[in-house]
T-cell receptor
Framework: GESVGLHLPTLSVQEGDNSIINCAYS??????FIWYKQESGKGPQFIID?????DKRQGQRVTVLLNKTVKHLSLQIAATQPGDSAVYFC??????????FGKGTMLLVSP | NAGVTQTPKFRVLKTGQSMTLLCAQD?????MYWYRQDPGMGLRLIHY???????AKGEVPDGYNVSRLKKQNFLLGLESAAPSQTSVYFC??????????????FGEGSRLTVL
C-alpha cells in the first residue's frame, strides 16, 4: 500500500467553526517560530510569528500559542472561511540563519 | 514590488541534462534559500546564503550547486539531473533579526520534472 508519509494530517471543519492546528517542534533552543499558509500551486505565505519570550500572539482572526515546556505550537483560526483551505506549516529558527519546517497540516473548510 | 521571482516556473529535463534555476529578490535581503518540496516531506533546505559571495549546505545538498554572485540573485544548478530531483523548488529570502533569521519570503515555485 501507499506510504503513510505521503499523506498529510488533515483537519476538516465547517465554515464558521474555529480551527486549531498543532505543531510539535524539536529544538528547545529555538527562539522564533512562524506559521505559513500554502495554497495549491503557490509559495508559502507568512501568517503570524512569535518569539520564545511570549506565550501568545494575536493577529487578524489568528492566534498563535507557544508552550515551551512541551515544545508545542498551535495556530487558532477564528470563524474559518473556505478561503482558509490550504496546507499550514510551522517553522522554527533553530539555526542562526535558517528555518526548519514541519511537514504540514491540510485544512479543509466546507461551506 | 515584485518580492521574490523564480524562473523558469516549469521545466522538463531528461536524465543527465543540466539546468539552472534563477531566483531574484528586490527587498535587499541578506539571506537567500533554496528549498525543495515533495509530497508528505514538507520543505527541505538544499542550500542557502547569508550574503553575497557566500553559500552553505542545507539538509539535502547532494546533486545541486549554488552561486550568489550578486546580493539580489541566487542560482541553483543541477549538473546532471536525476529522476529523484523531480520536485517543486522554492526560493526564499529573509532579513536578519540580529539574533537569527526573520520571516522568509517565498517565490511562487519552479516545478521540475526529470524523465
Amino acid at each position: 500500500g501507499e506510504s503513510v508519509g505521503l499523506h498529510l494530517p488533515t483537519l476538516s471543519v465547517q465554515e464558521g467553526d474555529n480551527s486549531i492546528i498543532n505543531c510539535a517542534y524539536s529544538n528547545s533552543a529555538s527562539d522564533y517560530f512562524i506559521w505559513y499558509k500554502q495554497e495549491s500551486g503557490k509559495g508559502p505565505q507568512f501568517i503570524i510569528d512569535i518569539r520564545s519570550n511570549m506565550d501568545k500572539r494575536q493577529g487578524q482572526r489568528v492566534t498563535v500559542l507557544l508552550n515551551k515546556t512541551v515544545k508545542h505550537l498551535s495556530l487558532q483560526i477564528a470563524a474559518t472561511q473556505p478561503g482558509d483551505s490550504a496546507v499550514y506549516f510551522c517553522a522554527e529558527n533553530s539555526g542562526y540563519s535558517t528555518l526548519t519546517f514541519g511537514k504540514g497540516t491540510m485544512l479543509l473548510v466546507s461551506p | 514590488n515584485a518580492g521574490v521571482t523564480q524562473t523558469p516556473k516549469f521545466r522538463v529535463l531528461k536524465t543527465g541534462q543540466s539546468m539552472t534555476l534563477l531566483c531574484a529578490q528586490d527587498m535587499n535581503h541578506e539571506y537567500m534559500y533554496w528549498y525543495r518540496q515533495d509530497p508528505g516531506m514538507g520543505l527541505r533546505l538544499i542550500h542557502y546564503s547569508v550574503g553575497e559571495g557566500t553559500t552553505a549546505k542545507g539538509e539535502v545538498p547532494d546533486g545541486y550547486n549554488v552561486s550568489r554572485l550578486k546580493k539580489q540573485n541566487f542560482l541553483l544548478g543541477l549538473e546532471s539531473a536525476a529522476p529523484s530531483q523531480t520536485s517543486v523548488y522554492f526560493c526564499a529570502s529573509s532579513y536578519s533579526r540580529g539574533t537569527g533569521t526573520g520571516e522568509l519570503f517565498f517565490g511562487e515555485g519552479s516545478r521540475l520534472t526529470v524523465l
